[in-house]
């Protein structure tokens, strides 16, 4: 019977936490072994490829590293997009690598009842290692499958240190199989998201005030809507891994490329509308005042429904947990710890802020190996946003959200009070719905 | 941009006849990088007056990826740009591994579109005994391989197993095999052996080398025999057999 030890050992556990006012930039703690906790809201790189419509993935690597990948396609209902090519250490042995992929990759792709519109190929680590001709493969592939688009893919856990990782290497490859096109002055993108930008945010607003159409891949219907995405004349990203995919499209098709990063500061919120208005030549701008005093007036409302209740934030929730914590803070919330491994250097300004302001907010590694043992829950009632601040403090009253859940500018804000509101109103079942992967997409576990 | 690599079994004197044919290649106007793929990481010291330079991997290992260029290009004799692939501590880690590293980085750096050479020598571990090894002969690098030999038995081996590693990689558009290169150790039968071994592996002997004192002589003074004794018989062959590789090539003299 496995043992349950968190809160059951009397160890040192310092060096997985610290305050704002003692950690280090920005990167509070070591790298050393990581833990997983089982908070797997974010999508990994299996969810985004299946964002594009009629894809197929298919997965070279041995078998038990497989485990996860084939696990996630069949959470979310999609094993029929699903492949995988076994490689043992004959292979490795006899240098059938790119034998291998090329004679594997081929059946496959026999064995299916439908020509998928694009095949996102996944080598790893082993293939990484021992110097496998990726170029050679591909070109055989595409030689000997003109008709078939493929996409190179990682999951090369050798890349999670250096340069871009998988993650930022897959939000790249979903867009190269779109092809250069005439541009139209009247439609954009945006770039590498996993959750749709809702539906009320100021910047949908003014693209559909400025007669502007705005393609999502996360809302596309067909690969053929997907791939009219080559006409946009603007790219937008606002997810900080979308924008090096962002920046490779827009400099392949000639298109523009603009990096607006979910925020929570009012005046950055602003700037960015501005410069969107300038891109799109939009010929009014909204009333910013009126937004912001809508957002005070938001978070007004939920701050007194918090009251003096502490609350948790993790960056699983949103990329700038720096700039979030800064915003409640500022409007009375009572934020007492944040759950966040390392600071993406957007947030100098307001790490510095939290340190000179509010020193004794608590900074929490989350794959730090402590954290499997750290003592879990909370004395009392605590509003968690992100499912990893659930999950660390046990809190019940959490907002289930991840990737900052498209929840864009003044209207993001507005929309996060309204489900912190929820959240603490109504407790969840915290294991339930940590635990699905990729949340948003389907998820047929029952707990 | 031309590229060959120099393959031949360990000590054949690849790095001593690559050397030489950079340098006079250098002199007659082209730009030449000699890129060592080697963990000895000696290839470029006869240009540099025996001198090392740090290894790409010296670099990696040091500074991840916080360095120039210029770090790891050096300028030597006649101009030639010297780099040194590196490779792991002896005894550990993996040299194959090591060589598809440092040339990752000097592609990642853009070595070519900065120095834009006329003409790339990778000079290569005597024996093809990895994916890692065979990364100079692969498409997107060299476009001809060269096999330095002797009539000895082991060098002859080596070149065959060279030799069949290219054959085994045509169909992927690899290299070819430009010829083989005879750097005489004066044994018994050598030219029939040499000859014998070009008609099996279907190639000619593009230049061959006598044995010399001469060469010795220069590189106890860290120096490549045509820069040290550029009016010796050595010295002469090392430019016949430049001028062969560099007719292969298709390349010209500025």
């Known amino acids: 019977m496995l043992k349950m030890i968190h809160g059951a050992q009397d160890r040192d556990l310092r060096a997985a936490h610290t305050t704002a006012g003692e950690a280090g930039w920005p990167v509070p703690f070591p790298s050393v072994l990581e833990y997983n906790s089982p908070a797997h809201g974010p999508w990994n790189i299996v969810h985004m490829g299946m964002l594009i419509p009629g894809a197929h993935q298919i997965y070279v690597c041995a078998d038990n590293c497989n485990r996860g990948v084939i696990l996630t396609a069949a959470e979310m209902g999609a094993q029929d997009r699903f492949s995988n090519i076994a490689v043992s250490e004959d292979d490795l042995i006899n240098g059938h690598m790119e034998e291998l992929i090329i004679d594997g990759v081929g059946e496959v792709l026999a064995s299916l009842e439908k020509k998928p519109s694009v095949v996102l190929l996944f080598t790893v680590c082993l293939h990484h290692f021992l110097g496998t001709d990726l170029n050679y493969i591909y070109s055989e592939l595409r030689s000997r499958h003109p008709d078939q688009i493929f996409i190179d893919s990682y999951m090369d856990c050798i890349l999670q240190k250096d340069g871009l990782t998988p993650d930022q290497k897959l939000r790249i490859g979903m867009y190269k199989c779109l092809e250069k096109r005439p541009l139209r002055p009247d439609q954009i993108n945006i770039i590498g998201n996993d959750l749709p930008m809702n539906d009320g945010s100021e910047l949908l607003q003014m693209a559909a005030d400025a007669g502007i159409s705005v393609k999502d891949i996360t809302r596309c219907a067909s690969f053929a809507e997907y791939m009219t995405m080559s006409e946009s004349f603007l790219n937008i990203s606002t997810y900080p891994n979308a924008r090096p995919g962002c920046e490779v499209l827009s400099r392949r098709l000639g298109q523009t490329s603009l990096y607006l990063p979910q925020c929570f500061g009012y005046d950055e919120i602003e700037n960015e509308l501005r410069s969107f208005a300038e891109a799109i030549h939009a010929k009014t701008l909204p009333d910013f005042a009126s937004l912001r005093a809508m957002a005070d007036e938001a978070l007004f409302h939920a701050q007194k429904i918090a009251g003096s209740t502490p609350v948790a934030v993790d960056y699983t929730a949103f990329p700038r947990v720096l700039g979030l914590s800064r915003l409640l803070l500022e409007h009375g919330f009572n934020v007492v710890r944040i759950y966040a491994d390392a600071f993406s250097g957007e947030e100098e300004e307001d790490f510095k802020w939290l340190a000179a302001n509010h020193p004794d907010t608590e900074i929490y590694a989350t794959i730090h190996p402590d954290m499997r043992v750290m003592p879990r829950g909370w004395d009392g009632k605590l509003l968690a946003v992100g499912q990893k601040a659930a999950y660390f403090t046990q809190s019940p009253y959490f907002v289930n959200l991840v990737e900052g859940g498209g929840l864009y500018g003044f209207n993001g804000i507005r929309s996060l009070c309204g489900l912190m509101e929820e959240a603490i109103a109504a407790p969840k079942e915290i294991e339930d719905n940590v635990v699905r992967k990729g949340l948003g997409c389907l998820s047929c576990i029952d707990i | ?254």
């Open chain 2, 1 to 254: 941009m031309k590229q060959i690599a120099v393959y031949g079994k360990g000590g054949i004197g690849k790095s001593t006849t690559v050397s030489n044919i950079s340098a006079i290649l250098s002199m007659k106007g082209l730009k030449v990088m000699q890129i060592g793929c080697d963990p000895k990481a000696d290839s470029t010291s006869l240009l540099l007056d025996g001198a090392r330079i740090p290894t790409v991997l010296d670099l990696v290992r040091e500074r991840r990826n916080d360095f120039e260029l210029s770090d790891m290009v050096y300028e030597g004799y006649a101009g030639v740009l010297c780099v040194e692939a590196g490779g792991p501590t002896p005894g550990l880690g993996c040299a194959g591994r090591g060589i598809i590293a440092a040339l990752d980085k000097l592609k990642e750096k853009g070595a070519m579109e900065v120095y834009k050479p006329d003409l790339i020598i990778y000079d290569v571990l005597g024996d093809v005994v990895c994916g890692g090894f065979s990364m100079p002969m692969r498409g997107g690098y060299a476009d001809q391989v060269f096999i330095v030999t002797s009539g000895e038995n082991m060098a002859v081996h080596a070149a065959a197993n060279i030799a069949l590693a290219v054959e085994n990689f045509q169909k992927r558009g690899y290299a070819k095999l430009g010829g083989l290169i005879l750097n005489r150790r004066n044994v018994r039968m050598e030219e029939e052996k040499v000859a014998e071994l070009a008609e099996d592996i279907h190639t000619r002997i593009v230049g061959t080398l006598d044995r010399s004192d001469t060469v010795t002589d220069a590189e106890l003074l860290g120096k490549t025999a045509v820069e040290a004794y550029p009016d010796s018989e050595i010295a002469q062959q090392y430019r016949t057999l430049a001028g062969t590789v560099a007719q292969m090539c298709g390349l010209e003299s500025a």
